[in-house]
């Protein structure tokens, strides 16, 4: 028998945090094929380097027929082969079939007509096609053992009496199938923590399609994320408001994301005082990245001519500012400000929700309309207004306002 074992340092790591996930969130009673496969997993884990050995050709392999000796009895021609042909088939790219293999070993003594084929069907009643199969088995390859297929029934059964509608539970266990790991009774621990927030039936839905993971959370952690935004100064119906628009955030870790956020929106002058406004108005910014999204944002307008302080001051003004793409909003709608229009930055530091708008369909055909006018114009004058209220103003046409 022999598939390809060889990797990069960066899938070493993928792979051991997802075997180190599915450990994490599993919380029912397994069969013989996970059973097998969790003691192959803390063999590895008990060396040095841990689980990203997972894809160490030297290191899994020997302890991998040490727990699967009947793999060595497993044809490649008429077993491995046609096996790692239907996971491309169905979706899983070719690099990442080596995953599956490594993280389910069971799965090359399945049969893929006998056994392979019924148990994925099973997921056609949540409307899981080829694609969307290959995917979910790339990221929870135990989907094809005996365990979490009941556990599967037993998930959607919860969700039904919870009156999540079946599109969006559906949606939340294509998304992160590790859910159909964690047992009923510890998902309705995070249910009920939900509920007293006022986030149930459909909202609740809303919320778990969005962000599934947040499910498997300990009601613990979960109440913390709660006590750090009041902290903040948020009250309780802001923070569900907050959760409803924003759920990734209550799944997300104090320490490594959300004090982070805090930070930087602390280095920018967003006081304490003023927390509770951006966060309401924009609490998506707790889940932008700060050396990706965050920080390149903020030293493109350094480059314009803007100070800290002047973006710390749009921000507090229009909350969404730095979730914008550079290359799609920011440069456009300033070059379009400076060279076309002839116009100060500084300008949108007094109102920068100038980049909200879009700039095909507003910015231009305004400008052009009031430049060919000669009207003299603020930035708010030319945008703040609706299209009736523009067009009586600067146009002289009066538009019936709409029945």
């Known amino acids: 028998m022999g598939f390809p074992f060889s990797s990069t340092s960066d899938e070493h790591e993928l792979i051991g945090k997802n075997a180190r996930r599915m450990m994490a969130h599993l919380s029912i009673s397994t069969d013989d094929d996970v059973q097998q496969t969790l003691a192959f997993f803390e063999k590895i884990q008990a060396r040095r380097g841990g689980l990203n050995l997972l894809a160490s050709e030297n290191t899994s392999f020997r302890h991998?027929?040490?727990?699967?000796?009947?793999?060595?009895?497993?044809?490649?021609?008429?077993?491995?082969?046609?096996?790692?042909?239907?996971l491309e088939d169905i979706g899983v790219p070719k690099r990442l079939v080596r995953n599956i293999l490594l993280l389910f070993?069971?799965?090359?003594?399945?049969?893929i007509d006998k056994d392979i084929k019924p148990r994925?069907?099973?997921?056609?009643?949540?409307?899981v096609k080829d694609n969307d199969l290959g995917k979910m088995l790339v990221k929870y390859p135990w989907l094809l053992s005996a365990s979490i297929l009941e556990n599967f029934?037993?998930?959607?059964?919860?969700?039904?009496e919870e009156k999540v509608p079946k599109i969006l539970s559906?949606?939340?266990i294509k998304n992160w199938p590790h859910i159909l790991g964690c047992s009923v009774s510890k998902l309705k621990l995070m249910v009920d923590q939900l509920s007293e927030m006022g986030i149930t039936n459909k909202k609740l839905g809303q919320v778990i399609a969005t962000s599934p993971q947040l499910l498997l959370r300990k009601p613990q952690e979960f109440l913390q994320v709660v006590s750090f935004f009041k902290n903040l100064g948020l009250d309780e119906e802001s923070i569900a408001r907050t959760m409803s628009r924003c759920p990734e955030i209550f799944a997300a870790s104090i320490d490594n994301t959300l004090e982070k956020k805090l930070t930087f929106l602390s280095d920018i002058g967003i006081s304490k005082t003023h927390l509770p406004r951006v966060i309401r108005k924009y609490p998506e910014l707790f889940v932008c990245d700060v050396d990706k999204a965050l920080l390149p944002r903020m030293r493109y307008l350094v480059k314009l001519g803007l100070s800290r302080n002047d973006i710390g001051f749009m921000v507090r003004r229009f909350s969404p500012l730095l979730g914008y793409s550079i290359e799609e909003v920011l440069r456009p709608k300033t070059e379009f400000l400076v060279k076309t229009m002839g116009r100060s930055v500084r300008e949108v530091v007094e109102y920068p929700r100038y980049f909200s708008y879009s700039l095909?369909?507003?910015?231009?055909?305004?400008?052009?309309?009031?430049?060919?006018?000669?009207?003299?114009?603020t930035l708010k004058e030319?945008?703040?207004k609706n299209d009736e209220e523009f067009a009586s103003d600067y146009l002289d046409i009066l538009v019936p306002p709409s029945s």
């Open 105 to 111: 070993p069971p799965i090359l003594s399945y049969d």
């Open 153 to 160: 029934e037993k998930v959607l059964d919860f969700l039904d």
């Open 64 to 86: 991998l027929i040490e727990s699967f000796p009947r793999l060595l009895l497993t044809p490649l021609q008429s077993r491995v082969k046609p096996l790692v042909q239907f």
């Open 360 to 377: 095909e369909k507003k910015i231009k055909p305004r400008y052009w309309a009031l430049k060919g006018r000669n009207v003299e114009f």
């Open 382 to 384: 030319m945008l703040g």
């Open 170 to 172: 559906s949606r939340a």
């Open 120 to 127: 994925l069907r099973s997921f056609q009643k949540i409307g």
